[in-house]
């Protein structure tokens, strides 16, 4: 299994503005995807950073959630935000 959690932090009301935009939808695509357990994107205490919570079966889904996200809208809205990320790859 692969586990994340991502900080979105953005730099200007506009980047938070282009998060909320996307965000259902990026959600909604995510977890339909094969080999996704868990998608989950949350306010923080801070109104710039969102955190992202996922989980896929493998790294080939993974890789595919990936390869996919940059193909879409939510990506191209929001790839100049900067992401701190953590990834945990628990054995079989």
């Not at 938070?16 to 923080?44: K, M, Y």
């Not at 896929?56 to 193909?71: E, K, N």
Request: aromatic residues 8%.
């Amino acid at each position: 299994m692969i586990r994340l959690r991502v900080q979105l932090i953005c730099a200007t009301a506009e980047d938070c503005s282009a998060v909320a935009a996307h965000l259902a939808d990026h959600v909604a695509l995510t977890r339909a995807e094969p080999g996704c357990l868990s998608f989950d994107i949350a306010a923080t205490d801070d109104p710039f950073t969102f955190e992202v919570m996922e989980s896929f079966r493998d790294r080939a889904a993974f890789d595919a959630h990936q390869q996919r996200t940059r193909d879409s809208a939510w990506f191209a809205a929001t790839r100049h935000i900067l992401r701190d990320f953590r990834i945990e790859e628990i054995g079989d």
